[in-house]
């Protein structure tokens, strides 16, 4: 069996860490000597591995736009045969599951949507997360709402991000959230077209 070697190791450690420092910081002046240091090891390596800060950055943000997205496969998995509202509601458990939905995490992710303001790498990111999150959710709207569907996504989508950034203002546990916008999603339903 091949021996795992250090850099994954090593490249691994630097992204946490940077999650971890942007977490805490609750913001992107950080600096990959803080990075590095979190991560117990030397910026020069920290360089070596990423090239600069920004691109430390985006691999923090493609990490955890991975881990979302291996959540989201899961819960839809798990949902197959429950019908369009079981969809939805696979959807939004995962975008608040508890992996994910962390302190340090959801610090990092509201800077990475400034990031994406200036940043085009994280733009694009950022990009490609609301393309999918909108298509998934437009499968499950399409046969409950119809015509609708494109309007209960964006609404729902912004439930979602609004969520997000409530958390960063205080606590809010993900399933509490998750339970919200479900109830705003059945509202959203219910209404006359």
């Not at 496969?73 to 975008?95: F, H, M, T, W």
Request: aromatic share 6%; proline share 4%; charged share 20%.
């Amino acid at each position: 069996m091949p021996k795992l070697g250090v850099e994954p190791i090593r490249r691994a450690a630097l992204i946490k860490a940077t999650i971890d420092e942007i977490g805490a910081a609750g913001s992107l002046e950080v600096t990959v000597s803080q990075i590095a240091r979190r991560a117990g090891m030397s910026s020069a390596l920290a360089h070596h591995y990423f090239g600069g800060k920004e691109q430390i950055f985006l691999a923090a943000m493609r990490h955890i736009l991975g881990q979302y997205g291996a959540g989201v496969r899961g819960a839809l998995a798990g949902a197959a045969g429950g019908g369009p509202r079981a969809r939805l509601e696979a959807i939004v458990r995962a975008s608040f599951e508890a992996g994910h939905f962390r302190p340090e995490v959801i610090g990092a992710w509201l800077n990475f949507y400034v990031l994406a303001q200036s940043l085009p790498g994280a733009a694009r990111l950022l990009r490609i997360y609301r393309a999918r999150l909108r298509s998934n959710l437009l499968a499950g709207l399409r046969p409950l709402a119809g015509a609708r569907a494109e309007k209960l996504a964006e609404s729902l989508a912004a439930l979602i991000d609004g969520a997000w950034l409530h958390a960063a203002l205080g606590p809010v546990e993900g399933r509490a959230a998750a339970d919200r916008v479900l109830e705003c999603l059945d509202m959203m339903l219910t209404e006359p077209g």
